[in-house]
């Protein structure tokens, strides 16, 4: 959609602010995981679903602007946490994941352009949250000490089965919503 459509300056900014308030607004809806110190949570149908709105650099400055606002203090990140002190915290990696997934989701869809739409859509999400999942792993062995396996067990395995709902949320949706504007 994003990548297809008009990608002006004033576009690019609208759907930036868009989709960093999407994300703090999904940021909100958030399950804790017994032995994970990072929740479950929504957040990441707008990280990935930016890409496919406003294309890799509108997802990639949709989520700068989230993150700048979380640098800046604002409560936006999930649980109603903010600062710097949430940024370099257990979900740091998670959050960095944040400004990659956008380009991989739409990079990915873009290069599978030939697939059905839905198909396409849901190897970059999917690929979008496997990118998300290693960096937040990574960061929980290198800033947190943790092993490998245990980054594996309480970082990536419990996000395993919402990472992949979500990615069926985000195919189905673009592919509802590309659709119904091909109608008009």
Known sequence: MGARGDNSPGRLAA?????????????RVTLDVPGSPVPVSLQ????IGSAYVAG???GLLAM???LGAAAAGAPVLADGAGGMAALTGPSAGYLAGFLAAPLVA????ESARDWPRP???ALGAGLAHVAILALGAAWLVGGFGAGSQ????????PFLAGGAMKTGVIALGVWALEAALHKG
Do not use: E, F, N, P
């Open 44 to 47: 990441t149908l707008a990280v």
């Open 64 to 66: 700068g602007l989230y």
């Open 56 to 58: 890799g650099l509108g």
């Open 15 to 27: 759907v930036a602010v868009g989709g960093a308030l999407a994300c703090a607004a999904l940021a």
């Open 106 to 109: 739409h990079g990915l869809s």
């Open 119 to 121: 198909l396409g859509v």
């Open 150 to 157: 245990q980054a594996i067990d309480q970082g990536v395995v």
